[in-house]
């Protein structure tokens, strides 16, 4: 049984109600030291009667496919590179009925009630992409659809918030759909609209990391903001890093975002703004691109004083002024940020 649980405690100012260690052999619900302990993440999370949670979960990887229905839900991993949570269907992926997952069910993660948080945790979808990607069209074998999303936001979700977290995927990695967000040192990866979503979400301090399709012209598009019209402001990049998977990936390759209209809702608009940050060479020149036929430029995209070789100024990449940018900062960062200690 781990001993790093008081630790864990003192860290984060927080009582670890449930402890789940996959290495576990027992009981499912056995008490150590007044905390209940449990073989899967799932089954903790079943267990739960009360109004919050605090749930510690050991290193290991942990496949599982996660539904957290109950609010006030806390996890903590004892090591965010070694605590991995993954499931591995993409949207064309089949059931056992014949009909496919579709990319909202593809979700390795869902969280469906307020107030989640996640700290020091990876999430995953390891659905073979890249084996699928390059397949021929007319192969027989291939998956027809492959977004596939590591963790995902729904229904009543409200007020989550993430430190040190790692989300990995290809396509459609991290949806942010419901309510509002809050990463903070968080390491996002994919290549194909990876974070989207209709919710409200801040990223602090964030690694955005592009990878590598192996195209010479489009290796795809960080954001798909599907914002509602009557929200005011969606997504904020303050002070992030946004950089490629590796030297050999080619430059002017990804696009800040695209506007995702869900089913051609005219009344989703996009809103993005990156902050102060530092993007690499892989940025596409002209930054952002159309999606389903809406135009970037009827979006709510926008940049202010970033830097890097990607931070490229023309026309078709919309700089905020100072008052501009600071009100759409100071709006979401009150909407949205948190201490990683209120967990309630």
């Given at each position: 049984m781990n001993?790093?649980?008081k630790h864990i405690e003192q860290r984060y100012d927080v009582q670890i109600d449930y402890i789940v260690d996959q290495h576990f052999s027992g009981k499912d619900g056995a008490d150590y030291?007044?905390?209940q302990v449990y073989s899967s993440i799932q089954k903790a999370l079943d267990s739960v009667e009360e109004d919050s949670a605090v749930i510690f979960i050991s290193e290991g990887?942990?496949?599982e496919k996660l539904e957290v229905k109950k609010p006030s839900i806390t996890l903590i991993g004892e090591d965010r590179d070694k605590t991995i949570v993954t499931y591995d269907v993409a949207s064309g992926t089949e059931k056992n009925d014949g009909t496919t997952y579709g990319t909202f069910g593809s979700?390795?993660?869902?969280?469906?009630?307020?107030?989640f948080t996640a700290i020091n945790l990876t999430f995953e979808n390891g659905f073979d992409y890249l084996n699928e990607y390059r397949k021929r069209e007319d192969d027989p074998t291939k998956v027809p659809?492959?977004?596939?999303?590591?963790f995902r936001t729904a229904d009543d979700s409200d007020n989550a918030m993430f430190e040190d977290c790692r989300f990995r995927g290809y396509q459609d990695t991290l949806l942010v759909d419901a309510g509002t967000h809050y990463f903070t040192n968080c390491w996002v990866e994919g290549a194909v609209d990876f974070i989207f979503g209709a919710g409200q979400a801040v990223f602090e301090a964030c690694n955005i990391v592009s990878l590598d399709r192996g195209e010479k012209e489009n290796n795809g598009y960080i954001t798909a903001a599907s914002?509602?019209?009557h929200v005011p402001y969606g997504y904020l990049f303050e002070s992030c890093k946004l950089f490629k998977e590796s030297k050999n990936m080619a430059d002017d390759t990804?696009?800040?975002g695209r506007p995702w209209h869900p089913g051609g809702d005219p009344a989703a608009q996009a809103s993005?703004?990156?902050y102060q940050c530092d993007m690499d060479a892989h940025i596409k020149a002209q930054g952002w691109t159309e999606m389903g036929g809406f135009s970037p430029m009827e979006a709510r995209l926008y940049e202010y004083d970033n830097k890097g070789a990607g931070a490229i100024s023309n026309d078709r990449r919309r700089i905020l002024t100072r008052q501009e940018a600071e009100r759409f900062r100071d709006y979401l960062r009150k909407s949205c940020v948190r201490e990683a200690v209120n967990i309630s």
């Open positions: 001993d790093n649980i030291k007044g905390k990887i942990f496949y979700a390795s993660v869902t969280v469906r009630q307020l107030n659809h492959i977004q596939a999303v590591a914002t509602s019209i990804v696009y800040l993005v703004l990156f």
